[in-house]
Structures are given as C-alpha cells and as structure tokens.
C-alpha cells in the first residue's frame, strides 16, 4: 500500500519560509519521478515541481522558479520542497505526488496548507 504524507505546512508572513516534506511508504521511492502540486483556494490543480528518480533533475513553474527548490532523500524515502520569498500568491494546500512512470500521477498524499498572510 503505498503512502505519501506530507507535512510542514502552517501561516507564515510574505518573504518567510517553509519546507514541505513528504514521506513516501510501500513504494521503491527512488525507482519513480516525484512531483509537488498545489491547489489555491477555488482554484484548480497546479503543477509546481517535479524532480527525477536520482533528484539531479529538476524542473519548476515560471512562478516559483528562483524562489523554491524541491529536493529527495531516497534513503529516507522523503520529498522536500523548500519555499522561500513566499507571496500570496503562493497560498494553496500543497500535494505530494508519485508518478507512474508515464507521466501520470498515480498516487496522491492528503496535502499540507501553506497559508501565506500578514
């Protein structure tokens, strides 16, 4: 049964910071592409990252290129995303998504909320 749980989210100020994690079980983590997307508020899914298999590729949305950078532990069978210079904007409930292998997600976590607020 594979598992994603992702944590770290909370309120932070704009220009603060945060780092996701996402905890990956019953899955050979480091055989699979990982992604991040994210959900705003009435708004619909939003790819933000992805990053492959041996994390030495890594590829962002023109929005929050510059400002976050996902990385993976496969010894620990964790996702990272860490947030900096966060805006408004960035205000959503973030996602941890395995991919298939075909460019599909096939397994979701239940999301963490990263509110972005003064």
């Known amino acids: 049964q594979v598992q994603l749980v992702e944590s770290g989210g909370g309120l932070v100020q704009p220009g603060g910071s945060l780092r996701l994690s996402c905890a990956a079980s019953g899955v050979t983590f480091s055989s699979y592409w990982m992604w991040w997307v994210r959900q705003a508020p009435g708004k619909g899914l939003e790819w933000v990252s992805?990053?492959?298999?041996?994390?030495?590729?890594?590829d962002y949305v023109d929005s929050v290129k510059g400002r976050f950078t996902v990385s993976r532990d496969n010894a620990k069978n964790t996702l990272y995303l860490q947030m900096n210079s966060l805006k408004s904007e960035d205000t959503a409930v973030y996602y941890c998504v395995k991919d298939d292998g075909h460019w599909s997600g096939d397994y979701w976590g239940e999301g963490t909320l990263v509110t972005v607020s003064s």
């Open positions: 992805d990053i492959s298999p041996g994390g030495d590729i890594t």
